[in-house]
Nanobody, 119 residues
Framework: QVQLVESGGGLVQAGESLRLSCAASGRTKSTYSMGWFRQTPGKEREFVAALTWSSGNTYYADSVKGRFTISGDSAKNTVYLQMNSLKPEDTALYHC????????????WGQGTQVTVSS
């Protein structure tokens, strides 16, 4: 099992920045990649960004490319999401997730951290 705990959310104004953190514990050696997703009431969960541990490859949703950066510290089992130039449409509950292989769904999820961007 892998436990994920997010932090770093908050209320900011449009154009400002936030950095989210996701600390993993438990059987972290089994994780292939970690990612960030977000969800707003009444909408489906949306992929934001992902990081593959072995290759260091990163992936982003088109809506956040150029503004968000995902990074990780394998020694700390922590993944970060640096969010710059935030927009009101970035307002959501942001979840961290982890998966064990490249061909499985994300197996582990955190409780989420709220990001609210005011205009």
């Amino acid at each position: 099992q892998v436990q994920l705990v997010e932090s770093g959310g908050g209320l900011v104004q449009a154009g400002e920045s936030l950095r989210l953190s996701c600390a993993a514990s438990g059987r972290t050696k089994s994780t292939y990649s970690m990612g960030w997703f977000r969800q707003t009431p009444g909408k489906e969960r949306e992929f934001v960004a992902a990081l593959t541990w072995s290759s260091g490859n990163t992936y982003y949703a088109d809506s956040v490319k150029g503004r968000f950066t995902i990074s990780g510290d394998s020694a700390k089992n922590t993944v970060y999401l640096q969010m710059n130039s935030l927009k009101p449409e970035d307002t959501a509950l942001y979840h961290c997730a982890a998966r064990k292989t490249s061909y499985t769904n994300y197996d582990y999820w955190g409780q989420g951290t709220q990001v609210t961007v005011s205009s």
